[in-house]
C-alpha cells in the first residue's frame, strides 16, 4: 500500500479551471501551463503530476496494437527476449521534463511502477513511449519492452494511468528508498 502523506490531487473526475477553481464535471486529461500545480507526497518526497499516459489508438477507439519485430532485419537471428513479442503501443508525454529524477506510474490510488532517469521526457518519449523493432530481441531493452506491454495492457483493460514526478540529482538514492519502503506491482523484486 503506498502512503500517501498529503494529497493536494483530486478525485478522478475533477479539473482546474484556468481561474484556479475546481470543475468537478471535467476529467483531468494533461498538464496545461497557467494551472495550479497539481503534487502528492509520497513516503516524504513531493511529486508533481506530469500527465495521463494515453497510448495512440485506431480509427474505432481501440488501443493500436504495434508489433515492430516483424520491421527488424535480425541478420544474426537473435530470438526475442522475454518481453519482446508484445503487443506495444505508442505514446508521448510533454517534451519539458529534461531534469532527472524519479517517477511513479499511478493507476488511481495504486502505485504501478516506480523509476529513475536522467531525462524524464527522453525516457518516456524514446524509452517507453515507442518499442524500437531491436529492443524486442535478446540484448534490446527488456524493461522498455515490459513497461510498454503492461501499460498496453493496463489502458485496453479501460485503467487510467498518470504519470507523477519527482525532480531530484539523486534519483538513484531516492528509487532505492521507495522501492524498499512501496511495493509496486510492476517493479521486480
Excluded at 511513479?104 to 515507442?130: H, Q, T
Amino acid at each position: 500500500m503506498v502512503r500517501i502523506q498529503s494529497l493536494s490531487r483530486y478525485p478522478i473526475d475533477v479539473r482546474v479551471r484556468f481561474d484556479g477553481r475546481y470543475d468537478t464535471t471535467w476529467r483531468v486529461l494533461s498538464y496545461r501551463k497557467n494551472t495550479p500545480a497539481v503534487t502528492m507526497n509520497v513516503e516524504g518526497f513531493e511529486f508533481s503530476f506530469v500527465a495521463d499516459i494515453q497510448p495512440a489508438r485506431s480509427l474505432d477507439g481501440a488501443i493500436a496494437a504495434l508489433l515492430p519485430q516483424s520491421r527488424y532485419a535480425n541478420v544474426r537471428g537473435d530470438p526475442l527476449n522475454r518481453y519482446g513479442s508484445g503487443p506495444f503501443c505508442k505514446f508521448t508525454i510533454p517534451k519539458t521534463y529534461k531534469q532527472s529524477g524519479v517517477y511513479l506510474v499511478m493507476a488511481g490510488d495504486n502505485l504501478k511502477y516506480v523509476g529513475e532517469c536522467s531525462n524524464l521526457s527522453a525516457r518516456f518519449n524514446s524509452g517507453y513511449g515507442i518499442i524500437s523493432p531491436k529492443n524486442c530481441f535478446k540484448g534490446g531493452q527488456e524493461t522498455n519492452c515490459r513497461i510498454n506491454n503492461l501499460i498496453y495492457t493496463t489502458v485496453s483493460d479501460g485503467e487510467m494511468l498518470e504519470l507523477w514526478f519527482h525532480s531530484s540529482s539523486n534519483h538513484k538514492a531516492i528509487e532505492a528508498i521507495l522501492r524498499k519502503n512501496i511495493n509496486a506491482t510492476w517493479n521486480k523484486y
